[in-house]
């Protein structure tokens, strides 16, 4: 796809979608945010690609709302300047919501800045790489706002626990991918990034297709669930449904006596 958004399959199984404003260092223009949105919610349809990668060209990840040329949101045609706000918070909101709806796992590989907006896009990924010229801010409370904006006081407590989250929050500081790292923000720091990222795609591409579409889902209904009473069905109704309706158990364990990878069919 050209223009704002490239879409590039290194392997079959994993698509990488790049931002690609990097002159502004790939700010949530919305020229950018919609196209995002469209090639995610084709990919959700696409059941070739089991992971998905999102990365910025050039040397940020995404710098958060561009306050210079951020252009025209959709449907906003007629509408009053409040009608304006909340089409335009819509349409940011939906692409981080995209993310989440996407029935494959999303990563995040985090190339350089990932400010205000950018942090949420990245918290919005189920996983999150950084390169060690990454790093993370909050940036709502730098420029007279609040720093909570797309999800951030949803996502960064849960990603870091509610202390380290009202630090980053408050303070409006920058975490580099070595903190980021050590306090859980990304699982790992790769000098070529998005490399690794198609990695892990790759990994996660060799296991059972439900298996993972189903394991996203119950990782984010349990950082939802209100108990883990009420809950632990909900897991539980998942591991039933593969172990009886598909033979990938069996195969695990004939693939472990004759020291082979397990080829899963996801069919009896």
Same mark, same amino acid.
């Given at each position: ?8 399959? %290194? ?11 990097? !002159?502004?260092?790939? /700010?949530?223009?919305? =020229? ?9 919610? =084709? ?5 070739? $690609? ?7 060209? #050039? ?11 951020? #252009? ?9 300047? %409040?009608?304006? /706000?909340?089409?335009?918070? !819509? ?14 796992? $999303?990563?995040?590989?985090?190339? @350089?800045?990932?400010? #205000? ?10 996983? *999150?790489?950084?390169?060690?010229? &990454?790093?993370?801010? &909050? ?9 909570? =904006? ?7 407590? *849960? ?14 500081r920058d975490v580099t991918a070595e903190e ?40 984010? &209904? ?12 909900? =897991? @539980? ?13 069996? !195969? ?17």
């Amino acid at each position: 796809m050209a223009g704002f958004i490239l879409l590039d399959r %290194p392997v079959p199984e994993v698509a990488v979608v790049t931002l690609n404003r990097p !002159e502004r260092m790939n /700010a949530m223009a919305f =020229e950018v945010m919609v196209p995002l949105g469209e090639t995610l919610a =084709e990919l959700r349809h696409d059941n070739v $690609v089991r992971a998905v990668v999102v990365t910025g060209a #050039g040397a940020g990840f995404c710098s958060g709302a561009d306050q210079e040329s951020a #252009g025209v949101p959709p449907g906003v045609a007629g509408v009053t300047r %409040p009608t304006y /706000a909340l089409r335009a918070m !819509e349409a940011l909101e939906g692409v981080i919501l995209a993310i989440r709806q996407l029935r494959q796992p $999303v990563i995040a590989a985090v190339n @350089g800045a990932a400010i #205000g907006g950018g942090l949420c896009l990245a918290l919005a990924c189920d996983l *999150r790489l950084a390169a060690p010229s &990454a790093y993370f801010r &909050a940036a709502g409370i730098n420029n007279g706002l609040t720093a909570s =904006e797309l999800g951030l006081s949803y996502l960064l407590p *849960r990603a870091v626990g509610s202390t380290r989250a009202a630090d980053i929050m408050l303070t409006g500081r920058d975490v580099t991918a070595e903190e980021a790292e050590r306090i859980g923000l990304v699982s790992g720091v790769h000098d070529d990034v998005v490399a690794a990222a198609v990695e892990t795609g790759r990994r996660i591409a060799g296991f059972s297709q439900p298996g993972i579409e189903l394991t996203k889902k119950t990782l984010h &209904a349990g950082i939802a669930a209100g108990g883990l009473e009420s809950y632990l069905p909900t =897991e @539980g109704l998942g591991q039933l449904y593969l172990r009886l309706l598909t033979g990938n158990f069996e !195969e695990a364990t004939r693939a472990r006596k004759e020291r082979r990878p397990a080829e899963f069919t996801d069919d009896r």
